[in-house]
């Protein structure tokens, strides 16, 4: 009976055995997961405010020289010059459309000709006719994001009328998806440079402790002339210190 309660207790022990490097690996792997996670999420936030600023940005300074130069041909009474600036405005690929409307948001000139006579009965370009400066507004259309850019057209601080530009996001949002999978990528290499150090890491600490297991299990076994090697002076070198001076201790006592 008493050599089955051992058998059995020495079973349940080999059950519940994990290993310190399992243990270690168990720790520090979620944490490292985390703050990278986190790394990711904070840096692609940050790119993604770049990429709008320096898109809303130059939205801003092209409304603002178009309505320079629109207002130039609005004195003049030349439509020739408005849809002129109309089709120079929107050679950039990325622009959608460029419009001048007056003030009642009737297009005057545009850069696809037919659009020209059409108003404009958006919530934005009314709340544009209004507004005394730019005004940016995000729309989204067929699975695509559009920036709105609105300025007022003013001849001797009258308001005479409204540039509209419709610029496309496709470009940032590929340059975003272009950082998302670098930034993937270098997650995932870190993240593997971080496992293997936390595997070494890990054996370096369970090392010494096998090491004494190991001459424990040989004085247990009554080799007491076993001595384990002390080559640090942490716990673990106080632990190899301990049992020697036990083995020491031990067989003095049967000698």
Not at 46 to 73: C, F, G, M, P, W
Not at 89 to 115: G, M, P, T, W, Y
Not at 119 to 130: I, Y
Not at 150 to 168: A, C, E, M, N
């Amino acid at each position: 009976g008493l050599d089955r309660r051992r058998s059995k207790a020495a079973r349940v022990r080999g059950n519940q055995f994990i290993s310190i490097n399992i243990k270690l690996a168990l720790a520090i792997v979620p944490l490292i997961l985390v703050f990278m996670g986190f790394n990711f999420v904070v840096i692609l936030d940050h790119e993604q405010d770049i990429l709008k600023q320096q898109t809303e940005k130059r939205a801003i300074s092209l409304s603002t020289t178009l309505a320079i130069v629109s207002a130039d041909s609005l004195r003049t009474f030349s439509a020739y010059q408005l849809q002129q600036n109309a089709f120079q405005f929107a050679k950039d690929s990325d622009i959608l459309s460029v419009a001048i409307l007056d003030n009642q948001n009737r297009i005057i000139a545009h850069n696809v000709a037919s659009e020209r006579g059409r108003t404009v009965n958006s919530a934005s370009a009314n709340e544009a006719r209004t507004s005394q400066r730019e005004l940016i507004h995000y729309t989204q259309e067929k699975n695509r994001r559009i920036l709105e850019v609105y300025h007022p057209i003013t001849i001797d601080q009258k308001r005479q009328g409204t540039v509209q530009i419709l610029i496309s996001m496709d470009s940032m949002d590929r340059a975003l998806a272009r950082s998302q999978r670098y930034l993937t990528g270098l997650t995932l290499v870190l993240l593997s440079g971080a496992v293997v150090f936390v595997g070494f890491l890990a054996r370096w600490f369970s090392q010494p402790l096998l090491t004494l297991a190991h001459v424990a299990r040989k004085l247990s076994k009554g080799e007491l002339q076993t001595r384990a090697t002390v080559t640090s002076f942490d716990e673990v070198g106080l632990l190899g210190t301990a049992l020697n001076h036990m083995a020491s201790r031990l067989e003095g006592m049967i000698e």
